[in-house]
C-alpha cells in the first residue's frame, strides 16, 4: 500500500459548518482550484477531502507524492482598511481594521519551508525569518481595497484547528506477461484490459457498426486509428469493446503475445521530469516496450500530444512518435472532437494524415430515444425495480434543450446512472418528477421553469419584478413576458433565451433588474456566478473583437466565461461605446446563439439572456436621474445608432424612466431591509427598525439628481451601516432584540 498524507485546516463558521481545505504548497495534487469540502461535522468534512485524495492517486498513480514532512498552525495580526466601491469611485473606511490571520507553517522533507492561508488561498515559500513579513504582505495586497461585507467573512471562526489526513492506495499491479518487460510502460500507460479499467464505462449502446468497423481496422497490420467525435458520444466505450471482441478473437490463435492496449496521456508521459532530454528517452524506453509485446498505445487527447513536449509542435511529443509511427513500429489509436482535429491539423497535418480517420456520427432523436430506453432496461434489471418509461423522454428533452457541449448519449447515459443510484438504494424507482429536480440541482435552473405541468401565473412573475426593481413597470412587463415564453417553452432553441436592449438615465435600476432577471432564472443567491458583467467601455479600441472572442494564443473574456457558466446572464453595459467590430462579433451571437473562436471551438449563448445597457437618447434630459415631461424617444435613438441588421436581432428594447420621489422612498426601505438581513444581526438575532422619518432622510440624502438613485447605497453603508457596526461592537451582550434607526437633530441615530 502507498501512503499520502497531507494537512487540513478545518474551521466552523457561525451556521455551524464545517469547512476542510487541504494545504497542498507543492501540488502534489494537480487541480486547478483548491480541494474544499463542507459538512455538518469536521468528521464528514475531512473525511471528503480523505475519499478525495485517495480517489486522486488511485486514478493517478504515477503522480508525486507530497514532501510535507511536519505542519504547524500558527496566528498572526494584520491590519488592513476596507473601501467602499460604487460606481468605479472609491470611498475609504474611516480606520483599519485588524484580522487575526490563521497560516499552516509547513516543513518539506527537502528542508523547504511553506506557508498556506487556506481561507484566503495563499501558498508561497519563504526563508527563515520572512514568514511574518509575507504573511502581512500577501494578505494586505488580498484583503485591502474590499468592501467591509468580505473582510467581514476574514474574522476568526468560531473553532479552527489543524487535521492530518492519511490515505492508502494500492500499488500498481503489472497485468502483462511475466516475461515480458513493462517497467516504463506501466509508470506512463495502463493496460486497457484489466477489470478495473473496463468499469469505468458503460458498454456502447446503439454502436455496434462502429465497433464491428473498428473491430476491422485494428486487425490490420499496422492500422492506425483516430476516433473523432463530440464529447459524449462513446468513443472509450467503442474503442473497450473492440478491445474485448479482438482479445476473444486472439485467445483462440496461436500468437505468442496477445495484443495490448495501453492508455496514456502527453501530461502522464513528462511526469516527474526535470532535465531536458528526459522524456525523449523514457519515450524510447516505452516504445521499445510496447513494440516487444506487439502493443498498441492509445491517446486519451490528440491535441493534448500535439502541444505536450516542447515549445511548439515540432518538438512535441507527437513529432517524437512519427518516425517510429512512419516505419510502422508503433501503432497508434488515438481520440479528439471535430474541433480538436481541426486545430490538430493546423498544428501538425502530417502527424494527423498518419491515422485513418472514423467518425462517431450523432445519433438522430428516435436512435437516443433508443438508446436511453436500453439504458433504462439495464438499470431497471440492475437493480431489480421498474422505473416510468416517460424517464427517457424527460431525460432526452433537457439535455438536449440545456446540455450543447456533450453529446447523447454519454451525457443523458450518465445522468440517468447516478439518479438511480440515490432511489435504488431504498428498492423504489425514481419518479419522472425527480429528473427535473436533479437538472435544476446540476444547472442552477428553477424546477418550476422546467416543469410543464406546473402552473406559474403571469402576475407572479410581474409582481416578482415589481417588488425589486421600483418605478420601471414597462421594463418589469418585457422581461414578464421573455420569463413566460421560456417557461412556455416558445422561445426559439436555436437562439439565446432573449436579446434585450435596457435605455434609459443612470440610477434608474438597468443594472438591477439584469440582477433581478439572474435571480428569476437562476435561482437565489446565484447571482455572483450567473451574471457575467462586461464594461463594453474597455472594449472601445481596435482588437476589442478579438479580447472577447480570444485568439490563438489566449481564449477571451466573453467566451472563457460563458463557456464557465454556459446557464447565465451576460450583461453588456454601455454597449454603445464598443468598437464596430464588436458589434459584427454579436451580430452572430444573436442570431445563431453561438460564436467559434479562432481554434475553431465552438462556445454557445443558447442557455444565456443577453441583456444589453445604454443610455442612448439621455443626453437631452438635464437633471439625468429626475422625472421629466417629454421623455425622450430611445426606440428612435437606437434605430439611429445601431445598424439595422444589429438592430433587427434585438428581441426588445426596454426603456426606463427617471425615478418619482415616492421611488426613492421604496428604495431605501429596500435597501434597509437588506442591511437588516446581514450574517451579523442574523446571528445575534437582532432585527433592524427604523422610522418613517429617518426614510426620508437617507432618501432626501442619499438621491442626487445627476445619478439617480445610485448613491443611495454609499449613504446607507456610512449613515446606517457603520454606526450600526460600532453600536454592535460596543454592545456584544446584544442578542434576540430590536435596534432601532431614529433621526435627531438632523443626523442618523442608531440604538
Same mark, same amino acid.
Given at each position: 500500500m502507498k501512503v499520502h498524507k497531507f494537512p487540513v485546516l478545518v474551521w466552523k463558521d457561525v451556521a455551524g459548518f464545517y469547512t476542510a481545505s487541504l494545504v497542498d504548497a507543492e501540488g502534489a495534487v494537480e487541480i486547478l482550484v483548491p480541494v474544499v469540502s463542507y459538512a455538518k461535522t469536521s468528521r464528514e468534512a475531512v473525511s471528503q477531502i480523505k475519499q478525495y485524495i485517495t480517489w486522486y492517486y488511485t486514478k493517478n498513480p504515477w503522480a508525486e507524492a507530497p514532501s510535507v514532512s511536519s505542519s504547524k498552525m500558527v496566528s498572526y495580526k494584520v491590519k488592513v482598511r476596507p473601501e467602499f466601491q460604487l460606481n468605479g469611485r472609491v470611498f475609504p473606511y474611516e480606520r483599519n481594521l485588524t484580522l487575526n490571520v490563521t497560516v499552516v507553517d509547513c516543513t518539506h522533507s527537502n528542508g523547504m519551508k511553506s506557508a498556506?492561508? $487556506?481561507?484566503? &488561498?495563499? @501558498?508561497?515559500? %519563504?526563508?527563515? /525569518?520572512? !514568514?511574518r513579513d !509575507?504573511?502581512?504582505? %500577501?494578505?494586505?495586497?488580498?484583503v485591502s481595497g474590499q468592501p467591509p461585507k468580505v473582510v467581514s467573512r476574514l474574522l476568526p471562526p468560531e473553532e479552527i484547528f489543524l487535521e492530518t489526513v492519511t490515505a492508502k492506495t494500492p500499488r500498481e499491479t503489472n497485468p502483462t506477461d511475466q516475461s515480458a518487460c513493462v517497467a516504463s510502460l506501466s509508470r506512463v500507460a495502463e493496460p486497457m484490459g484489466t477489470k478495473t479499467f473496463k468499469s469505468r464505462f458503460s458498454r456502447p449502446f446503439g454502436r455496434d457498426q462502429s465497433v464491428a468497423e473498428l473491430v476491422k481496422r485494428l486487425s490490420g497490420q499496422g492500422s492506425n486509428v483516430l476516433l473523432v467525435g463530440e464529447r459524449g458520444s462513446g468513443k472509450t466505450s467503442v474503442l473497450l469493446e473492440a478491445i474485448r471482441k479482438i482479445e476473444r478473437q486472439e485467445k483462440s490463435t496461436e500468437r505468442p503475445h496477445p495484443r495490448r492496449f495501453w492508455q496514456t496521456r502527453g501530461a502522464r508521459i513528462i511526469a516527474g521530469m526535470r532535465y531536458l532530454g528526459e522524456w525523449e528517452e523514457r519515450l524510447e524506453q516505452v516504445i521499445e516496450e510496447v513494440s516487444d509485446i506487439q502493443g498498441v498505445l492509445c491517446l486519451e487527447s490528440l491535441q493534448e500530444i500535439l502541444q505536450t513536449g516542447g515549445r511548439g509542435p515540432e518538438s512535441s511529443i507527437a513529432a517524437f512518435l512519427m518516425p517510429y509511427v512512419e516505419r510502422g513500429e508503433l501503432v497508434l489509436i488515438a481520440e479528439a472532437t471535430p474541433a480538436e482535429l481541426d486545430r490538430s491539423r493546423r498544428l501538425l497535418p502530417e502527424f494527423v494524415d498518419l491515422f485513418g480517420i472514423m467518425p462517431l456520427p450523432e445519433f438522430t432523436t428516435p436512435e437516443a430515444h433508443a438508446v436511453l430506453a436500453e439504458v433504462l432496461g439495464q438499470l431497471n434489471k440492475k437493480h431489480r425495480i @421498474?422505473?416510468?418509461?416517460?424517464?427517457? *423522454?424527460?431525460? %432526452?428533452r433537457l439535455h438536449k434543450r440545456f446540455m450543447p457541449y456533450q453529446s447523447f448519449p454519454g451525457k443523458a447515459s450518465s445522468f440517468l446512472f447516478q439518479l438511480f443510484e440515490k432511489k435504488s438504494k431504498k428498492g423504489k424507482p425514481p419518479p419522472r418528477r425527480d429528473v427535473v429536480d436533479k437538472f435544476s440541482v446540476e444547472t442552477g435552473l428553477p424546477a418550476h421553469l422546467l416543469r410543464d405541468e406546473e402552473p406559474y401565473p403571469v402576475p407572479e412573475i410581474l409582481d416578482f419584478f415589481r417588488t425589486r426593481v421600483i418605478g420601471q413597470e414597462q421594463a418589469c412587463q418585457a422581461v414578464t413576458e421573455l420569463v413566460s415564453t421560456f417557461k412556455a *417553452?416558445?422561445?426559439?432553441?436555436?437562439?439565446? !433565451? *432573449?436579446?434585450?436592449?435596457?435605455? /434609459? $438615465?443612470? /440610477?434608474? /435600476?438597468?443594472?438591477?433588474?439584469?440582477?433581478?432577471?439572474?435571480?428569476?432564472?437562476? *435561482?437565489? &443567491?446565484?447571482?455572483?456566478e450567473r451574471l457575467v458583467r462586461l464594461d463594453m467601455s474597455e472594449y472601445g479600441g481596435p482588437g476589442a473583437a478579438y479580447?472577447?472572442?480570444g485568439t490563438r494564443e489566449r481564449p477571451g473574456e466573453l467566451v472563457r466565461r460563458v463557456r464557465q457558466q454556459p446557464f447565465s446572464v451576460v450583461l453588456l453595459d454601455e454597449v454603445e461605446k464598443a468598437h464596430p467590430d464588436v458589434f459584427d462579433l454579436l451580430l452572430g451571437v444573436f442570431d445563431e446563439g453561438r460564436l467559434t473562436d479562432p481554434w475553431g471551438r465552438v462556445t454557445t449563448f443558447r442557455s444565456t439572456v443577453l441583456v444589453m445597457t445604454s443610455n442612448l437618447g439621455v443626453s437631452a434630459l438635464r437633471p439625468v436621474g429626475l422625472a421629466q415631461k417629454g421623455t425622450p424617444s430611445y426606440q428612435?435613438?437606437?434605430?439611429?445608432?445601431?445598424?439595422?441588421e444589429f438592430f433587427n436581432r434585438i428581441d426588445s428594447v426596454v426603456s426606463f424612466h427617471p425615478l418619482e420621489p415616492q421611488h426613492i422612498l421604496e428604495i431605501a426601505a429596500l435597501e434597509l431591509k437588506a442591511l437588516g438581513g446581514r450574517e451579523g444581526l442574523d446571528r445575534r438575532g437582532v432585527t433592524l427598525r427604523w422610522s418613517k422619518q429617518a426614510l426620508e432622510h437617507l432618501a432626501d440624502r442619499g438621491y442626487d439628481p445627476r445619478y439617480g438613485a445610485r448613491p443611495l447605497k454609499r449613504t446607507i453603508e456610512q449613515g446606517v451601516g457603520v454606526p450600526l457596526a460600532r453600536h454592535l461592537v460596543e454592545h456584544p451582550e446584544l442578542r434576540d432584540c430590536f435596534v432601532d434607526v431614529e433621526v435627531h437633530d438632523g443626523r442618523i441615530t442608531v440604538y
Open positions: 498556506a492561508i $487556506p481561507r484566503l &488561498g495563499i @501558498e508561497f515559500f %519563504y526563508t527563515q /525569518g520572512q !514568514l !509575507l504573511v502581512r504582505h %500577501y494578505v494586505q495586497r488580498r @421498474e422505473a416510468d418509461p416517460a424517464i427517457v *423522454g424527460e431525460c %432526452y *417553452g416558445l422561445n426559439d432553441p436555436r437562439k439565446p !433565451l *432573449g436579446v434585450l436592449l435596457f435605455c /434609459g $438615465p443612470t /440610477g434608474v /435600476g438597468k443594472t438591477e433588474m439584469a440582477k433581478t432577471l439572474t435571480k428569476c432564472f437562476f *435561482g437565489a &443567491g446565484t447571482v455572483s479580447r472577447l472572442m428612435a435613438e437606437v434605430m439611429n445608432f445601431f445598424r439595422p
